[in-house]
T-cell receptor, first 115, second 109 residues
């Protein structure tokens, strides 16, 4: 089944404790992206990647890191989480160059709470 | 990236046709218009995409006038399960993506 998976789905952590949220897709998509969603603010893009070793900042990259060492994986790293990073996070993938459209496939989301 | 403006919320009844209009006055020549649907605590789901005129698929139609400064998502005969938030996006090639605030559609019995 074609899908985007995220782990963990739920995470409660404390300020300053490094964490990684994994994202994996099995559709051979070139493009992957991370979003955060907060009440009243909609979805905001954190980082995106056009292909392996190619990443770029979205609208809200501060406090986050990403890497794209393999095509299928795009982990989101919070080196020193803070309470304002408490949010619902979504990973997405697509293949805009191959298909010519922008249908992004989203993962199930990761609900992160930073105390 | 073109900014989009949508109504914050809409109400409808089961069986009615719902039209949600999105304004994107500074759309660029190469920009496509894409609509997503999102249920609570789930990731957005692609509904439809178009460049000009009319596009129809099994779930919706998308109407785009000649000047492309707006677009209308049409949902035929909505049901309770269509209650969701609908997002309009305008962008090129799917790289940097900006979601607007979306339109919260509430379908009543």
């Amino acid at each position: 089944e074609a899908q985007v998976t995220q782990n963990p789905r739920y995470l409660i952590t404390v300020t300053g404790k490094k964490l990684t949220v994994t994202c994996s897709q099995n559709m051979n998509h070139e493009y992957m992206s991370w979003y955060r969603q907060d009440p009243g603010l909609g979805l905001r893009q954190i980082y995106y990647s056009m292909n392996v070793e190619v990443t770029d900042k979205g609208d809200v990259p501060e406090g986050y890191k990403v890497s794209r060492k393999e095509k299928r994986n795009f982990p989101l790293i919070l080196e020193s989480p803070s309470p304002n990073q408490t949010s619902l996070y979504f990973c997405a993938s697509s293949s805009p160059l191959r298909t010519g459209d922008n249908e992004q496939f989203f993962g199930p989301g990761t609900r992160l709470t930073v105390l | 990236l073109a900014k989009t403006t949508q109504p914050i919320s809409m109400d409808s009844y089961e069986g009615q046709e719902v039209n949600i209009t999105c304004s994107h006055n500074n759309i660029a020549t190469n920009d496509y218009i894409t609509w997503y649907q999102q249920f609570p605590s789930q990731g957005p789901r692609f509904i439809i995409q178009g460049y000009k005129t009319k596009v129809t698929n099994e779930v919706a139609s998308l109407f785009i006038p000649a000047d492309r400064k707006s677009s209308t998502l049409s949902l035929p005969r909505v049901s309770l399960s269509d209650t969701a938030v609908y997002y309009c996006l305008v962008h090129t090639g799917g790289f940097k993506t900006i979601f607007g605030a979306g339109t919260r559609l509430f379908v009543k019995a």
